[in-house]
């Protein structure tokens, strides 16, 4: 492994960030799709609880899971990736460690690419081992009702969750250009609540956070028709900009 | 017939670096010769780390030249980089890391391979009388062992050119000690050592050439060894200062 990306795997390997946002992205997608429709099926269930419950009562239980873990996987993808990269590249200004990064032989744009990479390659494996565990879930709790069409919807929301890791890491950009993790935190947040917002009034199909939901059915069938060929467009161009902008921005960074 | 002049380590040619209306770097110029120690003394503000950020590319000039082993500092290139190592303002070390990993990382960015990194991790946490804390995360060590760690971080490739920003700031006298040996010995094979720090006494002891920075400039030299330095050093400081009543500060 070469220097820049073993001190990357290294640093966010033994770091509480990576610890927390492992967890969150293997443990709560399983627990609040399967957790929550078996809850909303149990027969215990009464009062309010189980009138906002209601919706997962209904089609089988597998279909409910996999409609529910779209939205799941999407929104804490999104916050968790952000929330790791933004850590791992705004962390060089928060510790201090950005200025001893300086006239080496291993240059700052290959300390920004191996970071990226890193926290790529643990996204998507978290994400991949986070949909096992789903459908490990539904195979066990879902009375057999896991079928192919169920799978699709799985496989569905599986892409749409390594998309929306992709365009979180374009977070970077943010935490190299306000100089540290805060603001990148802030921006994440500002653009989570945004996104919901733009796409409860029908523009989630230009908004690049909201696409990859959107396609794996989280806003229902018509919404997921109305993503096309402009709208992958959108997420394809915004996470290759995003990528290119964070690392020229790491690399030309100063310490005035 | 003389023999020719060795390529200095470094040059510093008329920097020049303003923050807004603050003139921080006004014409700076310095070298470091193969095998010098070059001490930069100067009151807060003088301008002394500011001329060290600028040689390592923390901060662009406004104007001027930096060379690194001949060649100009920015586009130096990874061999030259590899013979640099500098503490400016903050040691290296990774806080989650722990001080032998810290060591060699460190030593891996300036090219090593990782068997080499981690042989020359293990020797220099030796000879900074780390061993205590080779396997404690930077994060628990006091100011002063990690300032050790630090200089560590900068020493442990051998590099031909160390750049050393008051480095004694947090150190006990065990501490100054080894850091005095670190440097002496780095002089002696033959690197260029610039070196900044308030204390004039340690400076006076090790350093073969003594300039010093007032207004973002060099205002004169003192001589190495000689007796009451303190006093040498107001004078110039205090004769320049009379010399420009409207002068500008760093």
Redesign the interface.
């Known amino acids: 492994m070469n ?1 820049a990306l ?2 990357a795997a ?2 966010f390997s ?2 509480l960030t990576a610890r927390v946002t492992t967890a969150l992205l293997l443990v709560l997608p399983a627990l609040m799709s399967v957790g929550l429709v078996g809850l909303a099926r149990s027969a215990s269930m009464a009062g309010p609880s189980a009138a906002k419950l209601a919706p997962y009562r209904e089609g089988t239980f597998a279909q409910a899971s996999a409609s529910l873990a779209g939205q799941v996987v999407s929104a804490l993808t999104l916050i968790a990736v952000g929330f790791a990269i933004a850590w791992l590249m705004g962390r060089e200004w928060a ?3 950005f ?8 240059t700052r744009t290959q300390i920004a690419r191996a970071k990226l990479a890193v926290v790529a390659t643990w996204a998507a494996a978290s994400v991949t081992v986070s949909m096992i565990l789903v459908t490990v879930g539904i195979a066990i709790f879902g009375d057999g009702s896991l079928n192919t069409t169920t799978a699709t919807s799985l496989v569905k929301v599986w892409i749409a969750g390594l998309a929306t890791a992709a365009l979180a890491l374009t977070f970077a950009w943010v935490a190299v250009a306000s100089r540290g993790y805060l603001g990148a935190v802030g921006a994440i947040v500002g653009v989570t609540a945004l996104s919901q917002v733009l796409a409860s009034v029908g523009f989630g199909s230009w908004i690049p956070f909201v696409v990859p939901a959107l396609w794996a059915g989280a806003g229902g069938p018509d919404a997921a028709a109305a993503i096309g060929v402009t709208s992958l467009a959108i997420v394809v161009g915004f996470v290759a900009l995003g990528l290119w902008a964070s690392v020229r921005a790491f690399g030309a960074a ?3 | 017939m003389t023999a020719p002049h060795p390529t200095p380590v470094l040059s510093v040619t008329n920097a020049t670096k303003h923050y807004g209306e603050l003139r921080a770097l006004d014409g700076l110029s310095l070298t470091v010769e193969p095998g010098e120690i070059h001490a930069l003394i100067g009151l807060n503000g003088a301008g002394k780390t500011t001329g060290m950020k600028a040689i390592v590319g923390h901060t662009a000039l406004d104007d001027g030249e930096v060379t690194l082993f001949g060649a100009p500092a920015a586009t130096a290139g990874a061999e030259r980089y590899a013979r640099l190592g500098f503490v400016i303002d903050q040691p290296f070390g990774y806080p989650e890391l722990t001080v032998a990993d810290n060591i060699a990382f460190a030593v891996r960015l300036h090219g090593a391979m990782a068997e080499r990194a981690r042989a020359a991790a293990s020797a220099w946490i030796e000879r900074l009388e780390l061993t205590r804390w080779q396997d404690r995360k930077a994060r628990g060590l006091s100011l002063g062992n990690r300032q050790r760690l630090g200089l560590a971080c900068v020493a442990a490739h051998e590099p031909d050119l160390l750049i050393l920003d008051e480095p004694t700031n947090a150190l006990d006298p065990a501490g100054v000690l080894l850091l005095r040996d670190v440097i002496v010995d780095a002089a002696e094979r033959g690197a260029g050592v610039l070196v900044s720090s308030h204390h004039l006494d340690e400076v006076s002891r090790m350093a073969h050439r003594i300039t010093v920075i007032h207004a973002g400039r060099v205002i004169g030299t003192l001589e190495p060894g000689q007796v009451d330095l303190e006093r040498h050093f107001f004078d110039l400081v205090r004769a320049w200062d009379a010399s420009h009543p409207v002068g500008v500060s760093a």
């Open positions: 220097t073993a001190l290294t640093t033994r770091s510790d201090r460690t200025g001893s990064l300086f006239s080496l032989p291993v100063r310490l005035d």
